[in-house]
């Protein structure tokens, strides 16, 4: 797995580009993050190195993360990932290394993690968006319920308790969603910004993390290829 960038979605936007043409884009405060841990396959069983993000009030955090980032030389950090990798990759890391943004300069897609909306308790029409019942003559007021839920059982209808997945009302948001191969539009070192083209889950302010692009659709496979040669 490549390296991972972690940091604070701004906000969206547009950009024209050179030919006039609007783009709606997402910006994203990344960084600097420092290498807080270097997991070893001698000592933990695989490779990976340890980031962490966002200065934190010490009491607002634990002794154990304290002195772990003590020990890493730098201050308590409020969010701590991980990213695995070989021991090639491990030998270009060090303790209290700082990753910014500039990374990803020479980058043309990403990946970006993040957490979205909370829509608390939703019924079946918003969450799944379902037509809901009739609204003729003779129907009560059942217009936004699911339906019959009993023809599926966990045993073709003669078990105990509903299969698993059926879908109902429920909480609805607040999941981790994985937006795919965004375009990298623009990276801003100076203030730590990365511009993406297009829109990253979560609402302002929102925790996020930026890997280059692990799948890529065709037609973007054949962008990068052309970019390369």
């Given at each position: 797995?490549?390296f991972s960038?972690?940091g604070?979605?701004?906000g969206?936007t547009?950009?024209?580009?050179?030919?006039?043409?609007?783009?709606?884009?997402?910006v994203?405060?990344?960084?600097?993050?420092v290498v807080?841990?270097?997991r070893?396959?001698e000592?933990d069983?695989y490779?990976a190195v340890?980031?962490?993000?966002e200065d934190?009030?010490?009491r607002?955090?634990t002794?154990?993360?304290i002195?772990?980032?003590?020990?890493?030389?730098t201050?308590?950090?409020r969010?701590h990932?991980?990213?695995r990798?070989?021991a090639?990759t491990?030998a270009?890391?060090?303790?209290?290394?700082?990753?910014?943004v500039?990374?990803?300069?020479?980058?043309?897609?990403?990946?970006?993690i993040?957490?979205?909306?909370?829509?608390g308790?939703a019924?079946?029409?918003?969450?799944?968006?379902?037509?809901?019942?009739f609204a003729?003559?003779?129907?009560?007021r059942k217009?936004r319920?699911p339906?019959?839920?009993?023809s599926?059982c966990?045993n073709r209808?003669f078990g105990g308790?509903?299969k698993?997945?059926?879908?109902?009302?429920g909480?609805?948001?607040?999941?981790?969603v994985t937006t795919r191969?965004l375009?990298v539009v623009r990276?801003?070192?100076?203030q730590?910004l990365?511009?993406?083209?297009?829109?990253?889950?979560?609402?302002?302010n929102?925790?996020v993390?930026?890997?280059?692009?692990?799948?890529?659709?065709k037609?973007k496979?054949?962008?990068?290829?052309a970019a390369?040669?």
């Amino acid at each position: 797995m490549s390296f991972s960038v972690l940091g604070r979605k701004v906000g969206m936007t547009r950009l024209y580009t050179d030919k006039g043409v609007s783009l709606p884009v997402t910006v994203l405060r990344c960084g600097p993050c420092v290498v807080t841990q270097l997991r070893t396959e001698e000592k933990d069983g695989y490779n990976a190195v340890q980031i962490g993000y966002e200065d934190i009030d010490p009491r607002n955090s634990t002794r154990p993360l304290i002195k772990h980032d003590f020990i890493a030389g730098t201050t308590p950090k409020r969010f701590h990932r991980e990213f695995r990798c070989d021991a090639k990759t491990l030998a270009n890391y060090q303790l209290g290394q700082e990753i910014k943004v500039d990374a990803l300069a020479s980058t043309m897609f990403v990946d970006i993690i993040g957490t979205s909306k909370g829509k608390g308790f939703a019924g079946v029409m918003k969450r799944y968006h379902f037509k809901g019942m009739f609204a003729s003559h003779g129907t009560e007021r059942k217009h936004r319920s699911p339906g019959s839920i009993g023809s599926l059982c966990s045993n073709r209808g003669f078990g105990g308790g509903l299969k698993k997945g059926k879908r109902m009302a429920g909480h609805m948001g607040a999941d981790r969603v994985t937006t795919r191969s965004l375009d990298v539009v623009r990276v801003d070192a100076g203030q730590n910004l990365l511009i993406v083209k297009g829109t990253v889950a979560g609402g302002k302010n929102g925790f996020v993390e930026i890997r280059p692009a692990s799948r890529l659709y065709k037609s973007k496979a054949g962008r990068l290829k052309a970019a390369s040669k």
